[in-house]
């Protein structure tokens, strides 16, 4: 089947999605008000609360959520198939992400435009805050490991994205201060420093720069150099303030991005290049992980995935002019993401092997088994977007490394605010514990926050993308379950049915606690200590918090519910037209 | 000639008008860039700015917090360039009345 037809079909099912599954939530649902006066008008500070333009939310939004992980996930899960990977992004997408992102958007905004942990200890519980913390905790964790191999294994892989990735550090940081000290626009200096960065791609491909001379000279493997100077990085990265160096790089990023985007998109239509993938992979080797229900962990981003009710009740709300804006953000940021898993899927399935005389054998080569599925998962997206550049007259060893760096460069910010949130939430269960060297010192949570996943990257095999990220899947599921049910309680409380909502949260809860069973299992009973007395007391923890979750949600529910019956006219939050 | 068939005058005329067109909508386009891409930037250093205000304020008004202020009189001139924002701020700190109702709202 031809990719160009899948990728319309999905689109098209996408804005179905919009036009009237959104406007049901909008309507019926959530309940939205175009008289409610919102944060950013009632709470107006000039600086985080002010009234946005929806469009310009919209892409904030969406900026703030797409990131490196709604590649790599469908980039591993292809493995089983392009169907079910590409199905429980569409489902996902239409019917748990758009309502998880619109929900905690919607609940955001009636709740002063407090984050969803907060809301969560008003809502559920004062336990369900501890939780949350705890939750975040370990999915920052695996953010913060997996993220730092991606990293490694394209340093190491493409030793010509390195020069151009370096580069992108100092250029944000000169760019960052000529726009701030100039008060100029930041057009011309973004357009100058794109076309530095693509300048040192053949640049790069001249002077590759590999660490395996040095790695040999002290002794250990290259990419776990790569590693310990990544984490290094970080730690200092993530103490200088956000506007110094993280905020210009990851504005320079997006750029970058949406490049990436158009040519993804470009390239399908141009090249007519046919799947190469099977619908379902029938020749899966004896002993590799069951799709049912690991696939529903191995896309957490792209399908649905809770980080995004952290910036949609963080930060999205305090922009929103309107609360009805709350549906074309939320519901359309999560159709957002769901398109650039699409790009994955399309990269990993067709756009590998547009070059090969038999498409389908060299797509089995990539994925044998699931280890090596796994483990080049990110190579296999670079190489299909490489390809798809090449219907666009972009050479393929350009279209690599221009590739990796968009991925790097993503993974980087990732790792960087990762390890600020992980230094925060350290702090905060410090401060629930009373440990006053970790509240009171700002240098040993953030050296917490690097060594712990620092811990988990070093290990020896590739478990960061076999098994890592199914964790920094089953702890992104939980997190979103636990919006999902902040959300439901509140629609409940409202007097709304709250459908729309439960199937998804019952969904997520179920595949998420299964995917644990089915990993302890494996961790429980293989050869390698490793997974006995590490990954299966780890797995065992996020079991325990899964069940936590549904005991909380099940409980909350339960109260919202007989409230519901015993006052059935009486809303909980009248709508506001002060102002 | 020009390729309207009028002379280079006409052009001359016409010119400025396309130039000042070409301009704004490169300067729309500007506005709408930085609006999309380095707003959530330019919002850090402007928290950045409020947070030493705010640091500031504090301290120039400690006196209202109930705490000596050992510099008072040589920050009393300041307290007017406090006051202008005073409204904003106290809403910011999570207060939605600062002392008695006259003092501010």
Redesign the interface.
Same mark, same amino acid.
């Given at each position: 089947m031809p990719a160009v037809v899948v990728m319309v079909v999905v689109l098209a099912i996408f804005a179905l999605g919009y036009r009237f599954y959104s406007e049901y939530l909008a309507k019926r649902v959530y309940a939205l008000d175009p008289a409610f006066v919102t944060p950013a008008h009632s709470?107006r $500070? #000039?600086? $985080?609360f002010v009234p946005t333009?929806r469009h =310009?939310v919209f +892409? *904030?939004h969406f =900026?703030s959520v797409a990131g490196a992980a709604p590649i790599v996930g469908p980039a591993v899960a292809v493995f089983w198939g392009w169907g079910p990977a590409l199905l429980w992004v569409v489902l996902g997408t239409v019917f748990a992400a758009g309502v998880h992102d619109f929900g905690s958007l919607a609940v955001s905004v009636r709740h002063n435009a407090r984050s969803i942990g907060t809301i969560a200890s008003d809502v559920i519980s004062r336990r369900a805050r501890t939780l949350f913390l705890l939750i975040i905790f370990f999915l920052v964790t695996m953010v913060n490991a997996v993220f730092a191999v991606v990293i490694a294994n394209l340093f190491q892989g493409t030793p010509e994205a390195v020069l151009p990735v370096l580069v992108t550090i100092p250029l944000a940081i000169g760019v #960052?201060q000529y726009? &701030?000290r100039r008060r100029t %626009? %930041?057009?011309l200096p +973004?357009i100058v420093a794109l076309l530095i960065v693509y300048a040192c791609i053949p640049l790069g491909q001249v002077v590759p720069i590999t660490l395996d001379p040095v790695a040999g000279a002290i002794g250990i493997e290259a990419h776990t150099l790569w590693i310990v100077l990544i984490y290094v990085y970080t730690f200092f990265a993530s103490r200088l @303030?956000?506007?110094l160096l993280l !905020? @210009?790089r990851? &504005?320079i990023n !997006? *750029?970058q991005m949406m490049l990436a985007l158009a040519v993804i998109l470009l390239g399908v239509v141009v090249g007519m290049n046919t799947m190469a993938a099977p619908v379902v992979n029938n020749d899966i080797p004896e002993g590799s992980p069951p799709w049912f229900p690991l696939l529903f962990v191995t896309i957490a981003c792209g399908a649905v995935s809770g980080f995004h009710s952290l910036v949609s009740s963080g930060t999205t709300a305090k922009q929103l002019d309107k609360e009805t804006d709350a549906r074309y953000v939320g519901y359309m940021g999560a159709l957002g993401e769901g398109t650039l898993a699409l790009c994955s899927i399309l990269a990993c399935a067709a756009g590998v092997a547009v070059f090969a005389n038999n498409p389908r054998s060299e797509w089995q080569g990539l994925y044998t088994d699931f280890d090596t599925a796994s483990g080049s998962a990110v190579g296999n997206f670079t190489q299909g977007v490489a390809n798809f550049a090449n219907n666009l007259f972009i050479p393929v060893d350009v279209g690599i490394v221009f590739a990796a760096v968009v991925v790097i460069s993503f993974a980087a910010t990732s790792l960087d605010t990762a390890v600020r949130l992980q230094r925060y939430i350290i702090q905060e269960i410090a401060e629930i514990a009373r440990i006053t060297p970790l509240t009171r010192n700002l240098t040993l949570p953030t050296l917490l926050a690097v060594l712990i996943p620092f811990g988990l990257a070093i290990m020896p095999g590739d478990f960061a993308f076999g098994t890592l990220w199914q964790l920094f899947g089953t702890t992104n599921q939980l997190t979103a379950g636990l919006a999902l049910a902040v959300v439901a309680v509140w629609v409940t409380k409202n007097n709304r049915n709250p459908l729309a909502v439960l199937v998804p949260l019952v969904f997520l809860v179920t595949m998420t606690t299964w995917a644990l069973v089915v990993q302890l299992v494996d961790f429980a009973t293989a050869a390698d200590p490793l997974q006995r007395f590490l990954l299966a007391p780890l797995d065992l923890v996020i079991f325990a918090l899964a069940v936590w979750l549904i005991i909380e949600a099940a409980v909350a529910f339960r109260k919202a519910w007989a409230a519901r019956s015993q006052a059935p006219a009486t809303p909980t939050e009248p709508s506001r037209t002060e102002d | 000639m020009t390729r309207d068939g009028g002379d280079g005058h006409a052009a001359r005329e016409q010119h400025p008008g396309r130039v000042r067109r070409l301009l704004d909508a490169w300067r729309r386009f500007e506005a709408f860039h930085d609006a999309v891409f380095a707003s959530r930037w330019r919002r850090a250093l402007r928290r950045e700015a409020q947070t030493q205000a705010d640091t500031m304020r504090a301290l120039v008004l400690l006196e209202t917090l109930g705490v000596d202020n050992p510099v008072a009189y040589e920050t009393l001139d300041l307290i007017p360039a406090m006051i202008a924002d005073l409204h904003e701020w106290h809403q910011r700190m999570g207060d939605p009345e600062y002392g008695n109702p006259e003092v501010c709202c």
């Amino acid at each position: 089947m031809p990719a160009v037809v899948v990728m319309v079909v999905v689109l098209a099912i996408f804005a179905l999605g919009y036009r009237f599954y959104s406007e049901y939530l909008a309507k019926r649902v959530y309940a939205l008000d175009p008289a409610f006066v919102t944060p950013a008008h009632s709470q107006r $500070d #000039g600086v $985080d609360f002010v009234p946005t333009n929806r469009h =310009i939310v919209f +892409s *904030h939004h969406f =900026i703030s959520v797409a990131g490196a992980a709604p590649i790599v996930g469908p980039a591993v899960a292809v493995f089983w198939g392009w169907g079910p990977a590409l199905l429980w992004v569409v489902l996902g997408t239409v019917f748990a992400a758009g309502v998880h992102d619109f929900g905690s958007l919607a609940v955001s905004v009636r709740h002063n435009a407090r984050s969803i942990g907060t809301i969560a200890s008003d809502v559920i519980s004062r336990r369900a805050r501890t939780l949350f913390l705890l939750i975040i905790f370990f999915l920052v964790t695996m953010v913060n490991a997996v993220f730092a191999v991606v990293i490694a294994n394209l340093f190491q892989g493409t030793p010509e994205a390195v020069l151009p990735v370096l580069v992108t550090i100092p250029l944000a940081i000169g760019v #960052g201060q000529y726009v &701030y000290r100039r008060r100029t %626009a %930041a057009l011309l200096p +973004s357009i100058v420093a794109l076309l530095i960065v693509y300048a040192c791609i053949p640049l790069g491909q001249v002077v590759p720069i590999t660490l395996d001379p040095v790695a040999g000279a002290i002794g250990i493997e290259a990419h776990t150099l790569w590693i310990v100077l990544i984490y290094v990085y970080t730690f200092f990265a993530s103490r200088l @303030p956000v506007w110094l160096l993280l !905020q @210009p790089r990851d &504005y320079i990023n !997006q *750029h970058q991005m949406m490049l990436a985007l158009a040519v993804i998109l470009l390239g399908v239509v141009v090249g007519m290049n046919t799947m190469a993938a099977p619908v379902v992979n029938n020749d899966i080797p004896e002993g590799s992980p069951p799709w049912f229900p690991l696939l529903f962990v191995t896309i957490a981003c792209g399908a649905v995935s809770g980080f995004h009710s952290l910036v949609s009740s963080g930060t999205t709300a305090k922009q929103l002019d309107k609360e009805t804006d709350a549906r074309y953000v939320g519901y359309m940021g999560a159709l957002g993401e769901g398109t650039l898993a699409l790009c994955s899927i399309l990269a990993c399935a067709a756009g590998v092997a547009v070059f090969a005389n038999n498409p389908r054998s060299e797509w089995q080569g990539l994925y044998t088994d699931f280890d090596t599925a796994s483990g080049s998962a990110v190579g296999n997206f670079t190489q299909g977007v490489a390809n798809f550049a090449n219907n666009l007259f972009i050479p393929v060893d350009v279209g690599i490394v221009f590739a990796a760096v968009v991925v790097i460069s993503f993974a980087a910010t990732s790792l960087d605010t990762a390890v600020r949130l992980q230094r925060y939430i350290i702090q905060e269960i410090a401060e629930i514990a009373r440990i006053t060297p970790l509240t009171r010192n700002l240098t040993l949570p953030t050296l917490l926050a690097v060594l712990i996943p620092f811990g988990l990257a070093i290990m020896p095999g590739d478990f960061a993308f076999g098994t890592l990220w199914q964790l920094f899947g089953t702890t992104n599921q939980l997190t979103a379950g636990l919006a999902l049910a902040v959300v439901a309680v509140w629609v409940t409380k409202n007097n709304r049915n709250p459908l729309a909502v439960l199937v998804p949260l019952v969904f997520l809860v179920t595949m998420t606690t299964w995917a644990l069973v089915v990993q302890l299992v494996d961790f429980a009973t293989a050869a390698d200590p490793l997974q006995r007395f590490l990954l299966a007391p780890l797995d065992l923890v996020i079991f325990a918090l899964a069940v936590w979750l549904i005991i909380e949600a099940a409980v909350a529910f339960r109260k919202a519910w007989a409230a519901r019956s015993q006052a059935p006219a009486t809303p909980t939050e009248p709508s506001r037209t002060e102002d | 000639m020009t390729r309207d068939g009028g002379d280079g005058h006409a052009a001359r005329e016409q010119h400025p008008g396309r130039v000042r067109r070409l301009l704004d909508a490169w300067r729309r386009f500007e506005a709408f860039h930085d609006a999309v891409f380095a707003s959530r930037w330019r919002r850090a250093l402007r928290r950045e700015a409020q947070t030493q205000a705010d640091t500031m304020r504090a301290l120039v008004l400690l006196e209202t917090l109930g705490v000596d202020n050992p510099v008072a009189y040589e920050t009393l001139d300041l307290i007017p360039a406090m006051i202008a924002d005073l409204h904003e701020w106290h809403q910011r700190m999570g207060d939605p009345e600062y002392g008695n109702p006259e003092v501010c709202c």
